[in-house]
């Protein structure tokens, strides 16, 4: 990361991910889009169906092809502007897909969108640079 002050401790991928959902919540409006994959952990899917409940937030899927990679084809035509959060693995727990998560951050940043790459694999079975990546959130 940049510096130290960037670097929030919590408990785990939970509690981190219900941290940025809940703050991201106060300025959700009726109709903001937030983009999740097929592929995503329990406590990446959770946090923002709370968020479709308490704020009308509308929830968008990325496909994953047969050979366990995500859709990107797919993932460019979901992005629009009222793309608020894109939230995606870097590693699925399930599959062991890497996922392209530079450029998944690109296209969001692109669109005007936040980026939360769910590190929770990615962060014990590689060297994460969220430098390099991008993304608002690790
Ligand atoms: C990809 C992924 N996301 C989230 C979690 C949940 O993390 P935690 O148990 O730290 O809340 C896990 C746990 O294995 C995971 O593999």
Redesign the pocket.
């Known amino acids: 990361a940049e510096s130290p002050e960037q670097v929030v401790w919590t408990k ?4 981190a991910i219900n941290l940025v959902a809940n703050g991201l919540g106060l300025s959700i409006e009726l109709g903001d889009e937030i983009i999740v994959s097929e592929m995503e ?1 329990h ?2 899917i959770v946090p923002w169906h709370l968020l479709r409940e308490r704020r009308g937030a509308v929830i968008k899927w990325i496909p994953v092809k047969d050979d366990g990679s995500l859709d990107m084809a797919a993932y460019a035509d979901l992005l629009g502007p009222r793309t608020r959060m894109v939230a995606v ?1 870097h590693m699925s ?1 399930v599959l062991g897909t890497i996922n392209p998560v530079a450029e998944i951050t690109r296209l969001a940043h692109a669109a005007g969108s936040q980026v939360l790459i ?1 590190g ?2 990615g962060a014990v079975h590689a060297t994460p640079d969220v430098k390099a990546i991008g993304c608002d959130f690790y």
């Open positions: 785990g991928g939970t509690e952990h406590s990446n693995t727990n769910d929770c694999q």
